[in-house]
């Protein structure tokens, strides 16, 4: 069983249309990370967040940790061709530190087409 | 400042033999976590190590190891290697930010492939 479920696992979709990415667990999280992935490419950060509840923007994407810090959304806003590529959640459990291993959702497939 | 680099990008092995992944963390970055990324299980947690040391293990056999030396660079090495080996593998600094989180910069990854 996964820890962090990652849903849809596939998603593809025409350019400018809004789409929602959802990543849940039963676990609370510390923190948790948005990544994007491209072929042939390691993950990149997106974006971090810390507080429950809250909310960051990064231009047309806009992030969210639910209040109880157990789950994510990622919404993206009029996508782009250039939005396609694996979307990773990943939540770090336990206190600070170097030491702290995350726990990688299944990703969500994305693709727009033009 | 340069990036994670790994080596080598990509490798065929055999059944049985073993092989050595080499990465360069960020300058500055002392610590250096590895992960197994296949399409049926995702990115999965090998090992980390902060100043030698390994920190953390994922629940891999003992067939996979690792090492980091004082310059922080790594290796991970995979003996008796299996069909089942066969993924693409990551290696991941982390430089300490004001809240700690622990972001991972990531490498293009080593494509193992074994026949």
């Known amino acids: 069983t996964q820890l962090l479920e990652q849903s849809p696992q596939f998603l593809s979709i025409q350019e400018g249309e809004n789409l929602t990415v959802y990543c849940n667990s039963s676990?609370?999280?510390?923190?948790l990370q948005w990544y994007r992935q491209e072929p042939g490419e390691g993950p990149v950060l997106l974006v971090t967040?810390?507080?429950?509840?809250e909310v960051k923007k990064l231009k047309r994407l806009t992030f969210q940790f639910g209040d109880a810090r157990k789950d994510s959304s990622l919404h993206i806003t009029a996508a782009q061709p250039g939005d396609t590529g694996l979307y990773l959640c990943?939540?770090?459990?336990?206190?600070?530190?170097?030491?702290?291993?995350?726990?990688f959702g299944s990703g969500t497939q994305l693709t727009v087409l033009p | 400042k340069a990036g994670v680099t790994q080596t080598p990008r990509y490798l065929i092995k055999t059944r049985g033999q073993q092989v050595t992944l080499s990465c360069s963390p960020i300058?500055?970055?002392?610590?250096v976590s590895w992960y197994q990324q296949t399409p049926g299980q995702g990115l999965q947690f090998l090992f980390e190590?902060?100043?030698?040391?390994?920190?953390n293990k994922g629940n891999f056999p003992g067939r996979f190891s690792g090492r980091q030396f004082s310059n922080s660079r790594s290796e991970m090495n995979v003996s008796t290697l299996e069909l089942g080996d066969s993924a693409l593998y990551l290696c991941?600094?982390?430089?300490?930010?004001?809240?700690?989180?622990?972001?991972?910069?990531f490498g293009e990854g080593s494509r193992l492939t074994v026949l």
């Open positions: 190590y902060f100043s030698e040391t390994q920190r």
């Open positions: 967040v810390v507080t429950g509840g």
């Open positions: 300058s500055g970055h002392r610590s």
């Open positions: 990943a939540g770090a459990l336990g206190s600070s530190g170097s030491a702290r291993q995350l726990t």
């Open positions: 991941a600094s982390t430089g300490r930010t004001l809240a700690n989180t622990g972001e991972l910069f």
């Open positions: 676990s609370v999280f510390s923190s």
